[in-house]
């Protein structure tokens, strides 16, 4: 008679294991659904919310001509030794990558909250503040790149 309700009892786990998959699965395919609705719309706004604007390219520009600004004042001043701006821009340029890896991870992480399901972390929702998270990631790629190239131009300028 105990075995019958051992059985009995993991035949029930198991059943409740199905069902909370089950449940999981319609969850999952309910939100893949209302991204549906309207798939035109969402994807024209989702594009246009992770489109760089004129003004990100400037804010590039500006930020990156701040960051190598302030490495030069600090090269020069703190540590009295030009040389030692390449390494502060390098810095710099480590920095924004790091910050890049970060907001990518943030939004795989948006992501994979939203669907409720960590397998789908690299698929998008299609929302704007998904569009806005990318554009912000573009953005901080941008400037690690120009602070890279300058770091390259200015190590080669140094060591010739």
């Known amino acids: 008679m105990r075995d019958k309700n051992k059985t009995s009892n993991f035949k029930?786990?198991?059943?409740?294991?199905?069902?909370?998959?089950?449940?999981?699965?319609?969850?999952?395919?309910?939100?893949v659904n209302e991204?549906?609705?309207?798939?035109?719309?969402?994807?024209?706004?989702?594009?246009?919310?992770?489109?760089?604007?004129?003004?990100?390219?400037?804010?590039?520009?500006?930020?990156?001509?701040?960051?190598?600004?302030l490495s030069f004042i600090l090269g020069i001043f703190a540590l009295k030794s030009i040389e030692k701006t390449e390494w502060i821009i390098t810095a710099f340029a480590l920095i924004s990558l790091l910050a890049f890896l970060i907001t990518n991870w943030i939004k795989n992480r948006k992501v994979a909250n939203y669907y409720n399901d960590i397998?789908?972390?690299?698929?998008?929702?299609?929302?704007?503040?998904?569009?806005?998270?990318?554009?912000?990631?573009?953005?901080?790629?941008?400037?690690?790149?120009?602070?890279?190239?300058?770091?390259?131009?200015l190590a080669i300028t140094l060591w010739v």
């Open 35 to 69: 991204i549906s609705k309207d798939p035109i719309g969402t994807q024209t706004r989702y594009m246009d919310a992770k489109k760089l604007k004129w003004y990100d390219y400037l804010i590039v520009l500006i930020l990156s001509f701040a960051l190598i600004g």
């Open 119 to 153: 397998t789908r972390r690299y698929q998008t929702t299609l929302s704007e503040d998904e569009g806005f998270i990318r554009r912000l990631s573009k953005i901080i790629l941008l400037i690690c790149l120009v602070l890279s190239i300058t770091s390259i131009i």
């Open 12 to 31: 029930k786990l198991k059943d409740l294991h199905e069902q909370e998959k089950f449940a999981h699965k319609q969850q999952i395919q309910d939100k």
